[in-house]
């Protein structure tokens, strides 16, 4: 072993319920070898050299983060676009402001169009939310603002692209083309939408050279690592694994700037179900195992993931009875419902996790009757089946989750976010209010853990605010609570970003808590999460991280 350090501090949360507290944290080889007071670690001290390290004496340490729901090598490509979003969005060049309605985003566009050196380039930009910014872009209001230069606008969770005439013809489609998720007006005429991946793929194409430029991926792990860092977190999970260039090209930008000492986090990729299909076939499943075998603590693959409807800022999510206040927009995903089963069986025999994007309460039914039917075919036993989003959803379901063994990894963020603007827009009152229910997962007993899918959707990455959130559920006006019986405890919401996190993505045996053996992943608060009002969670400073062992530098 080599010679340990320790690192005294003012109080050490475990999140070993069993042993909570602690003041000092002795590490060697990137893994904890004891965690206690420097009088309890004697029996080590006196048989290893060792060094007191006393940086942390005045801080709080806690687990590393885990946001087990990221895409940051995607995330960080859009952040090189034109910004046409309603938040102020960190980027390579410094903050960029906000929009705050459809009309300043139009003479933003109309702006650009004019300015572009070749009017035959496309203008590209991204962030567009037709929630908070009154409401979908389409075709023409495009072409009111140009008719020549061609327009191509992700918005901000990029489940929707929209374009202008110009764009249309240069992704090659008209009024005659056959295709799922491109849009139409009533009248049959194209209306400028690509919703969702296969529909939105299409609509890249012309623009990829672009967005897709030499060396975009390792710049955006590089960006959005840091971004990460900054926040506290130490370990994430891209859940899109495949959809941006291809699985060798991503897994290469996440190693190599591992290798070079750039990337700060732990990262487990986990595929895309549709686009392992389409690049691997019958080979899928030796694929994954390959990449297993040269997987380490660092980079990995884990899981599959399923899209089974659209996103809850876009408003595309897939809702039971009385359904959408105003037009229904909802969508699912690529694979039809009837043939989810099927296609999730090949992996759920392997014993591979699946992790299925559910965020209407409908898609929810559809998920747990995948998941009941998949435990009738093949019974399996802590397969750790989790529901990602977990969005719009009723006591009843967390109940039936918790009786089919399955997990939960939801956004909280919107409650504070979205919530009231979607009372308005989308979802009624009733479901908008009762947004990630944590509290009924709590009681029916699912171990449930926090992410923020960033930037896939207009909230910030930060597990302590995603902790804000659950305990105080503040809506948007910072004062209404909004359904305070799902409100959880600060305990259990630290779970949910620390040991809960690493259950869901199959690691708590190794991550997500303080305790000898694991590794050596802290993160360093300025203050006390369990001391402080619960209300300014969100406010204490994240001080530093420590990646096995390793401090990575405030
Ligand atoms: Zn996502």
């Known amino acids: 072993m080599d010679d340990l350090t320790v690192y005294p501090a003012a109080r050490i949360h475990t999140m070993d319920q069993g042993r909570p507290t602690g003041q000092a944290v002795a590490v060697a080889d990137g893994r904890i070898v004891s965690v206690g007071t420097i009088e309890s670690m004697q029996p080590w001290l006196r048989r290893h050299p060792h060094d007191i390290d006393d940086r942390y004496r005045d801080k709080i340490i806690l687990p590393g983060f885990i946001d087990p729901h990221t895409h940051l090598r995607l995330s960080g490509t859009y952040m090189a676009l034109n910004y046409v979003g309603p938040i102020d969005s960190a980027s390579p060049t410094g903050l960029r402001r906000g929009l705050p309605d459809r009309a300043s985003v139009l003479n933003q566009l109309r702006s650009l169009a004019a300015e572009q050196p070749d009017p035959s380039e496309p203008v590209l930009a991204w962030g567009y939310d037709p929630a908070s910014q009154d409401g979908h872009l389409d075709r023409d209001m495009l072409d009111a603002i140009s008719d020549t230069v061609p327009l191509w606008v992700v918005a901000y969770a990029p489940h929707i692209i929209y374009c202008n005439s110009p764009m249309l013809a240069m992704i090659g489609v008209d009024d005659d083309t056959v295709g799922h998720g491109i849009g139409r007006y009533p009248d049959g005429r194209l209306n400028g939408w690509f919703v969702e991946s296969e529909a939105a793929a299409r609509a890249t194409r012309p623009v990829a050279a672009t967005v897709y430029a030499s060396g975009f991926g390792r710049a955006a792990v590089d960006r959005m690592g840091a ?41 487990l990729m986990i595929p895309f179900e549709g686009a392992l299909v389409r690049s691997y076939g019958a080979d899928m499943l030796d694929y994954l195992a390959s990449k297993r075998a040269e997987g380490d603590d660092r980079l990995d693959t884990h899981g599959i993931k399923y899209v089974n409807d659209g996103s809850y800022p876009s408003m595309t999510l897939v809702m039971n009875e009385p359904g959408y206040l105003d037009d229904d927009t909802a969508h699912t995903g690529e694979i039809p419902w009837d043939e989810v089963v099927e296609r999730m069986l090949p992996f759920w025999r392997a014993g591979i996790q699946i992790h299925s994007h559910a965020n209407g309460d409908r898609t929810i039914d559809m998920t747990l009757d995948a998941l009941a039917e998949l435990q009738r075919r093949h019974p399996r036993f802590d397969h750790r089946f989790t529901i990602e989003h977990y969005c719009l959803s009723n006591p009843a379901q967390a109940k039936r989750l918790a009786a089919l063994g399955g997990l939960a990894s939801v956004n909280i963020y919107f409650v504070h976010y979205r919530a009231q603007l979607h009372a308005e827009h989308g979802f009624g009152p ?21 992410h923020s899918d960033y930037n896939l959707v207009v909230t910030p990455l930060a597990p302590l605010t995603a902790a804000w959130c659950a305990v105080n559920r503040i809506g948007a006006d910072g004062e209404t609570v909004l359904a305070p019986g799902e409100r959880i405890s600060v305990d259990r919401a630290l779970q949910a970003i620390t040991i809960d996190a690493a259950h869901v993505l199959n690691r708590d045996d190794r991550l997500g808590s303080i305790e000898v053996g694991k590794y050596a992943d802290l993160t360093v608060l300025d203050d006390d999460p369990y001391a402080v009002d619960p209300a300014e969670l969100h406010r204490i400073g994240v001080h530093d991280t420590v990646l096995g062992g390793r401090p990575q530098g405030s």
Do not use: Q, Y
């Not at 941006?244 to 930008?253: C, I, L, N, P």
């Not at 709590?442 to 853990?449: E, I, K, L, N, Y």
């Open 430 to 450: 009733d479901r908008s209010e009762a947004t990630g229910r944590l509290g009924s997962l709590d009681r029916a007993g699912v171990t449930f853990a926090l």
């Open 227 to 267: 971004v990460a860092k900054a926040a506290g977190v130490t370990t994430t999970a891209d859940l899109i694994w495949g959809i941006g260039g291809g699985f060798e090209e991503e897994w290469a930008d996440h190693a190599s700037a591992i290798a070079d000492g750039t990337f700060p986090l732990r990262i």
